[in-house]
């Protein structure tokens, strides 16, 4: 029997995904599943999928990867989708479709499989990563070409198979958790106009009913990347969860947005990203303390454009590897350390100090010792002013 590995996440159709696999197309399945910060029980999931008829199931713990190698290099971006989405989502998809290649090589499989719909962002981001990195593979995604048209039938099926259904009532919404964010959407949200119940947010308070007192937390970075909070050096994986728990207590980096998705359609979202708000307004202020301006505005004009590579799955493209060197060389003075008031929904930063700092006080100042040599402007001013002199001339001349 030839093998498939599925990218499997323990949910119904996903479940359902290895019977269908086995009967439709004669193959044994190999379930694969990472954790990328999500909750999850690997025993659980392990059991679960053997129960559907997995022949296998591959576990990683993938959070140190993840931050590493996917959230940093777009947090030297500020990758921000359409201004506002900071891609959890999107930047987890290739990670574990990578390593859904490489368990698919070790075990001999010919197949790579996954569950996301049709209409839906997820499947071209697995299906272009499988094209850079398994280009030899051949890739089945049930979920466009098999016939259920309700979750019931699709139940049916998996209660007709003795395959495990879950019992607690599903949640309305469907959800994607990582370390940079949650990702909500279907339910009541798909109208646009419907105000997000409460219900909908998994990891944030309401701005309304956060703390009366503000917290201050100082992010320190490392060319770029993030390093300490308030003061202690912590690992990428605990700094990120510790600043999601404290901005997710303040209501911070909630997003309600119509976004526009890779098959051309726009659709509802809800994003929690408490840490990566705050990270990226702790990052971007740094960078106006440490980048030239027009360094700064070289980013800011590549940054859009980065943001739609990773949320249309070009991962591994080399376009966009070009880009993250090029981001990467940016980061070399970004040292410091910024200081942010968390309060009722909003991050703003109240201080930034950098040993790599372009901006002098010497020269800034209206102070004493003052170090601006304010003769200097005049010839500025003359030589800047030329042209609009020449124009002004003519405009007088045509009176
Ligand atoms: N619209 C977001 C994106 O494309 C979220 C997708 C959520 N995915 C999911 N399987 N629930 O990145």
Wanted: aromatic share 10%.
């Amino acid at each position: 029997m030839e093998k498939a590995v599925l990218a499997y996440s323990g949910g119904l159709d996903t479940s359902v995904i290895i019977p269908y696999l086995r009967e439709k197309y004669r193959l044994q399945v190999i379930a694969y599943t990472a954790n990328l910060g999500q909750k999850i029980d690997p025993d659980f999931l392990r059991k679960k999928a053997l129960a559907s008829g997995a022949a296998g199931f591959y576990f990683d713990d993938l959070r140190e990867t993840f931050v590493r190698d996917y959230i940093f290099p777009a947090l030297a971006a500020n990758a921000l989708y359409q201004g506002r989405y900071p891609l959890a989502t999107a930047l987890s998809r290739p990670l574990i479709a990578r390593r859904v290649v490489e368990v698919a090589r070790r075990e001999k499989a010919k197949f790579l499989s996954h569950g996301c719909t049709g209409k839906g962002n997820d499947q071209v981001r697995f299906e272009l990563t499988w094209k850079a990195l398994g280009p030899d593979f051949e890739i089945i995604a049930p979920l466009r070409e098999w016939q259920f048209k309700t979750r019931d039938e699709e139940i049916e099926f998996a209660r007709q198979r003795k395959i495990p259904v879950p019992v607690t009532r599903k949640s309305p919404y469907s959800l994607d958790e990582n370390l940079w964010g949650v990702s909500i959407e279907c339910g009541i949200l798909e109208d646009p106009a419907v105000v997000p119940p409460e219900d909908a947010y998994q990891i944030t308070t309401a701005p309304e009913r956060a703390p009366d007192k503000p917290q201050v937390v100082r992010v320190a970075f490392e060319k770029g990347r993030p390093t300490a909070l308030d003061g202690r050096r912590l690992e990428p994986v605990a700094l990120i969860e510790r600043l999601n728990r404290a901005g997710g207590r303040h209501g911070v980096g909630r997003v309600d947005l119509v976004e526009d998705r890779t098959v051309g359609l726009k659709s509802r979202e809800i994003y929690e990203a408490p840490a990566a708000t705050i990270l990226i307004t702790a990052h971007r202020e740094l960078e106006k303390l440490t980048l030239t301006r027009s360094l700064w505005e070289l980013k800011e004009s590549l940054r859009e454009r980065y943001a739609w590579m990773v949320y249309q799955g070009a991962w591994f493209t080399e376009e966009k590897e070009a880009l993250d060197a090029f981001f990467n060389s940016t980061q070399k003075y970004v040292n410091g350390q910024v200081d942010l008031k968390l309060y009722k929904g909003s991050v703003t930063a109240i201080g930034r100090r950098s040993p790599d700092s372009l901006y002098s006080e010497a020269l800034a100042t209206y102070g004493r010792g003052d170090l601006f040599d304010r003769t200097a402007a005049k010839g500025f001013i003359d030589l800047a002013g030329l042209p609009l002199l020449l124009e002004g001339r003519r405009r007088l001349k045509r009176r």
